[in-house]
């Protein structure tokens, strides 16, 4: 008895939808984060969260990426300012200011601008890579601030000219800004290191750039009460997403990748309300709604062509790179 294979079609969509588990992972964890960063407001400094967290990271990577980072030190010293500002966009400047960002801001405001993260990478490569902008994708950029702005208003713009907008906000969307730029510059500073050795010397020099911020600021020791904030931070955050997020780059691509990011506000506002009792109102709604609406606008991503598949180079990339 024979049976009739899948076609081609079929083929492409089932893989898709396997490959896009790693990089949803991704997003479950920068969810879970975000309440992270907002809890660790009340019991530990930014500096001191910032600096444990990528010296754990650190220290967890050495003894696997060690041996093979010391025998590529000759091409570290021909990218360490790459690398080192690299690590300075990404690591401290995003995660300091995402920190300093929850003592005035909610988890759910939090949630919504990290999710404007694929649209300003798409603004900043048309400025710095190149990249032609589409009337869609500017289209998509003014829907998605007219949610900003109502979401961070609570639902009344116009309490912007009064101090309506928070401190936190715009930290925030500063932090956005710097993630967003190291994404960008991450591609344009093509590196012959492998994705691992780059994120372990990036995470290296970001701890010696967090070793002033942590001794000049508030040190808070570390505590019953923060060591598990402390340890999601470290270990989920900042070793397993980037792992997820690389397999579903491989796998999917960047574009495709990046709009699963839009599910983060979605998850992180019921995360806050069971985790953290924050309410939920309509200016939530109405404002995230805008923005996701204005983000996936921007990054809309033609469906694949009938008979497309996977290419092999990239399905074997993730799994044959050393490290």
Not at 139 to 153: D, V
Not at 309 to 314: F, G, L
Request: glycine fraction near 8%; aromatic fraction near 8%; proline fraction near 5%.
């Amino acid at each position: 008895m024979s049976s009739n294979p899948p076609s081609p079609t079929t083929g492409a969509a089932s893989i898709m939808t396997s490959a896009a588990i790693a990089p949803l992972c991704t997003v479950l964890i920068w969810s879970g984060n975000t309440i992270v960063t907002k809890a660790a407001s009340g019991v530990i400094s930014p500096g001191s969260i910032s600096f444990y967290r990528w010296l754990l990271a650190f220290v967890v990577l050495l003894p696997f990426l060690g041996r093979a980072a010391w025998r590529n030190r000759a091409l570290v010293k021909q990218y360490w300012l790459k690398l080192a500002t690299l690590g300075a966009l990404g690591m401290v400047i995003y995660q300091s200011l995402a920190y300093e960002a929850a003592k005035t801001t909610s988890a759910v405001n939090m949630g919504v601008m990290l999710a404007l993260m694929p649209l300003l990478s798409t603004l900043l490569a048309s400025a710095l890579a190149g990249e032609r902008l589409t009337a869609t994708s500017l289209a998509g950029g003014a829907i998605s601030l007219i949610g900003l702005i109502y979401l961070t208003s609570q639902g009344h713009p116009a309490t912007l000219l009064n101090g309506g907008f928070h401190v936190g906000d715009g930290l925030m969307i500063i932090a956005v800004l710097s993630n967003s730029l190291y994404g960008v510059m991450l591609k344009r500073w093509a590196t012959p290191l492998s994705m691992w050795q780059q994120l372990f010397w990036q995470i290296g020099f970001s701890t010696i750039l967090l070793i002033p911020v942590f001794l000049l600021g508030d040190i808070s020791p570390i505590t019953s009460a923060n060591l598990p904030l402390i340890l999601y931070a470290a270990i989920p955050t900042s070793l397993v997403a980037p792992l997820c997020w690389m397999i579903g780059i491989q796998k999917l691509g960047a574009a495709r990748t990046s709009l699963l990011i839009n599910l983060l506000p979605v998850i992180v506002a019921i995360l806050a309300w069971a985790i953290l009792r924050e309410e939920l109102h309509a200016y939530h709604a109405i404002g995230g709604a805008l923005a996701l609406i204005g983000v996936g606008l921007g990054l809309r991503q033609a469906k694949i062509a009938k008979g497309e598949t996977v290419p092999r180079a990239d399905q074997a990339a993730w799994e044959t790179e050393e490290v």
